[in-house]
């Protein structure tokens, strides 16, 4: 069974500069998560994704960042523009519906925001 | 309340040692206490969870124990090996949807040998 994928593995950019991240679940998994972990912290949560619907967003910061699901398979999430705290790695799991609470998580994106 | 605190920030222990790694919970709506082990450059992964309805759960050489009345679980790791080096999450969430789901701020673990 492949396990989620996400790219790109590394992604630096300036700030004020828009960025995107992919990530591709594994096949069969209904919910999708993001998440932003800043180095020495766990992770957070910031939307969650019931096949293409929204699930929770309350720690997403919406008047920069975005999230897309389309087809209620791969997802994307945009910073726009980014800030320099949005340094971090950007995780993203999935999980099958009926046992919802397992996530697999991919190996995530470090963001580096100069 | 919906965070999730976790205690020690780092931990160092000899080869076949049993550390232990405690967490503590505000919100009496969480209803699943995963463990998830996360090694450098990689993603977390699930290593052991448990439900409020019971107290105790072992997988391997892992365990959890958990106090519902005090609102605690911890992670103990029976004879810990370096390959246990890694940092540990607790978390918590609720509903069917493993909805809120909020993780404690990371033990580093370092096993010596």
């Known amino acids: 069974e492949a396990g989620v994928a996400q790219s790109p593995r590394y992604k630096i950019i300036e700030k004020r500069q828009s960025v995107a991240f992919w990530c591709n679940p594994i096949s069969g998994h209904a919910t999708l998560y993001w998440y932003q972990q800043i180095l020495g912290q766990g992770p957070k949560l910031l939307i969650q994704f019931q096949n293409n619907g929204v699930v929770d967003d309350s720690q997403l910061p919406k008047d920069r960042f975005s999230a897309e699901r389309l087809k209620g398979v791969d997802s994307t999430l945009k910073i726009q523009p980014a800030k320099l705290e949005d340094s971090a790695v950007y995780l993203c799991?999935?999980?099958?519906?009926?046992?919802?609470?397992?996530?697999?998580f991919g190996a995530g994106t470090r963001l580096s925001v100069l | 309340q919906q965070q999730v605190k976790q205690s020690p920030q780092s931990l160092i222990v000899q080869k076949g040692g049993i550390p232990i790694i405690n967490c503590a919970y505000e919100n009496t709506a969480f209803d699943y206490f995963p463990w998830y082990q996360q090694f450098p450059g990689k993603g977390p992964a699930l290593l052991i969870a448990i439900r409020p309805d019971v107290s105790e759960k072992k997988e391997g050489r892992f365990t959890i124990s958990f106090n519902k009345s005090a609102k605690q679980f911890s992670l103990h790791i029976m004879d810990s090996q370096p390959g246990d080096s890694a940092t540990y999450f607790c978390?918590?969430?609720?509903?069917?949807?493993?909805?809120?789901?909020?993780f404690g701020p990371g033990t580093r673990l370092s096993v010596l040998p």
């Open positions: 799991a999935s999980s099958y519906t009926g046992t919802a609470n397992i996530q697999y």
């Open positions: 978390a918590a969430s609720l509903g069917n949807y493993g909805q809120n789901f909020v």
